[in-house]
């Protein structure tokens, strides 16, 4: 089957720790992308990527880290300069212009 | 403004139907999408339309696009208890870059 995959669903996280939220893709699409969605809002752009070896931030990239080695893969890192890290997280991937396909998403709760 | 803009809830009976509105900023945005979120899911794209139609139709999908209004609206006819979920609207804004509303929640009730 082909899809978007993220690990894990549930993420539990203690202040001052670096977590990396994964993202996996098997639809050979270029552009990836992360989003955070707080309650009552809409999606905000963490990073995306175009290309392998290749990523530009978001709108709200400050306290995240991103990776693009491999192009069925871009992992999150949420770092401890994040100071509301708690939010779910969404991964898409495109191949053009038009629609993002969506993973599962995975919730990060800070402890 | 940035923002797209969506009412935040909308209450309907089972069997009527639905109209989900969204005002958006940028009158260049290629495509306007909708999508529907499921609790604690991800999101999945039901339709798109593109910006030089003013109406597109998928089954019990209808979607209107008023450009001079910049206005998007979405209809579901004939809505079951499954439509219940979060809809989103988005632009698109430069290469892949797409803007978010805040979501419309649906609930339908029997």
């Known amino acids: 089957d082909g899809g978007i995959t993220q690990s894990p669903k549930y993420l539990f996280r203690k202040e001052g720790q670096n977590v990396t939220l994964s993202c996996e893709q098997n639809?050979?699409?270029?552009?990836m992308y992360w989003y955070r969605q707080d309650p009552g809002q809409g999606l905000r752009l963490i990073y995306y990527s175009q290309i392998v070896n290749d990523f530009q931030k978001g709108d709200i990239a400050e306290g995240y880290s991103v990776s693009r080695e491999k192009k069925e893969s871009f992992p999150l890192t949420v770092t401890s300069a994040q100071k509301n890290p708690t939010a779910f997280y969404l991964c898409?991937?495109?191949?053009?212009?038009?629609?993002?396909?969506f993973g599962p998403g995975t919730r990060l709760t800070v402890l | 403004g940035e923002d797209v803009e969506q009412s935040l809830f909308l209450s309907v009976r089972e069997g009527d139907s639905s109209v989900i509105n969204c005002t958006y900023t940028d009158s260049s945005s290629t495509y306007l999408y909708w999508y529907k979120q499921e609790p604690g899911a991800g999101l999945q794209l039901l339709t798109y339309?593109?910006?030089?139609?003013d109406m597109k139709q998928d089954q019990r999908l209808t979607v209107l696009l008023n450009k001079k209004d910049k206005h998007l609206s979405l209809r579901i006819a004939d809505t079951q208890t499954g439509d219940s979920a979060i809809y989103f609207c988005?632009?698109?804004?430069?290469?892949?870059?797409?803007?978010f509303g805040a979501g419309t929640r649906l609930a339908v009730h029997p």
């Open positions: 639809l050979n699409h270029d552009a």
């Open positions: 339309i593109f910006s030089n139609m």
């Open positions: 898409a991937s495109s191949m053009t212009v038009d629609e993002q396909f």
């Open positions: 988005a632009e698109s804004r430069g290469y892949n870059k797409l803007i």
